[in-house]
């Protein structure tokens, strides 16, 4: 569970790994945003053992592919840096917290 603030509030991102190390990685979140889940996506993207991170809006989930075994300390870094970036950007400016760019897709 990665926790994060939210414009003053706790807010948790619960994730689960489905899939073993051999096969890609599957995240799986309560996020259905599809500005949240890109901007997940790219900090994932950036670890140098993932090949690619593809972001599924209809799941609320990631599916990472990997070159070697993942560092979990590291994905938890990444993925609070994707959820801060996101807020940062334009989750701040919406009243409901979320941003309009969230629910656009």
């Not at 940062?88 to 009243?95: G, L």
């Not at 409901?96 to 629910?103: I, L």
Request: hydrophobic share 30%; aromatic share 4%; with cysteine.
């Amino acid at each position: 569970m990665i926790d994060t603030g939210h414009l003053g509030k706790l807010m948790s991102i619960h994730y689960r790994i489905a899939q073993n190390i051999k096969n890609p990685l599957r995240i799986k979140s309560r996020e259905h945003a599809p500005a949240i889940l890109r901007a997940l996506a790219a900090e994932v993207e950036r670890l140098d053992w993932v090949v690619a991170c593809e972001p599924r809006s209809a799941s609320g989930s990631l599916v990472i592919t990997t070159s070697d075994c993942p560092r979990f300390d590291e994905l938890n870094v990444a993925l609070e840096q994707g959820y801060r970036t996101c807020r940062r950007q334009s989750c701040s400016r919406h009243p409901c917290g979320y941003g309009r760019n969230h629910s656009q897709g």
